[in-house]
């Protein structure tokens, strides 16, 4: 296996309502070395990412209070967040979806059933690379 040295903690919030899922997802990542935090609805995902502003966020649609939608739209309206990557991790796969969450500025739609949590962590740097110029980092 090729870890990476990393010399600053990569943060990642996991926005997901299924606590066995986010758990999953949750224990590959930090085992990789990435801090995470679980938000388990939308208004608590968009609270923690604009306080904490993490490195990238994977998101889930079905949520409850707000949905992922909701949360990705006010992510990119907001100066301060709108540059974090945002990953939507869904169990719906339907094309009108797909186009809207990419529509509204996320950089991927994963399946939830086609996406394992190494597939997921090894996404994350790729991920965060693609906006870290626009970022300016």
Same mark, same amino acid.
């Given at each position: 296996?090729?870890?990476?040295?990393?010399?600053?903690?990569?943060?990642?919030?996991?926005?997901?309502?299924?606590?066995?899922?986010?758990?999953?997802? !949750?224990? !590959?990542?930090?085992? &990789?070395?990435?801090?995470?935090?679980?938000? @388990?609805?939308?208004?608590?995902?968009?609270?923690?990412?604009? /306080?904490?502003? @993490?490195? #990238?966020?994977?998101? &889930?649609?079905?949520?409850? %209070?707000? &949905?992922?939608?909701?949360?990705?739209?006010?992510?990119?309206? &907001? @100066?301060?967040? %709108? =540059?974090?990557?945002?990953?939507?991790?869904?169990?719906?796969?339907?094309?009108?979806?797909? /186009?809207?969450?990419?529509?509204?500025?996320?950089? =991927?739609?994963? #399946? !939830?059933?086609?996406?394992? @949590?190494? %597939?997921?962590? %090894?996404?994350?740097?790729?991920?965060?690379? /693609?906006?870290?110029?626009?970022?300016?980092?």
């Amino acid at each position: 296996m090729d870890y990476q040295v990393r010399d600053e903690e990569v943060r990642v919030l996991f926005v997901e309502d299924d606590p066995a899922v986010a758990q999953m997802y !949750k224990l !590959k990542l930090e085992l &990789d070395g990435y801090a995470v935090t679980v938000a @388990p609805d939308g208004e608590a995902g968009l609270k923690m990412a604009r /306080e904490s502003r @993490p490195d #990238i966020v994977f998101l &889930d649609i079905r949520l409850p %209070k707000m &949905d992922g939608f909701a949360v990705l739209e006010e992510l990119r309206a &907001d @100066p301060q967040t %709108k =540059e974090i990557p945002v990953v939507i991790l869904s169990n719906y796969s339907e094309q009108e979806l797909v /186009e809207r969450g990419l529509n509204l500025g996320a950089l =991927e739609y994963l #399946i !939830k059933s086609e996406t394992t @949590p190494a %597939k997921l962590s %090894k996404g994350v740097e790729g991920w965060r690379s /693609e906006t870290s110029e626009s970022r300016g980092r």
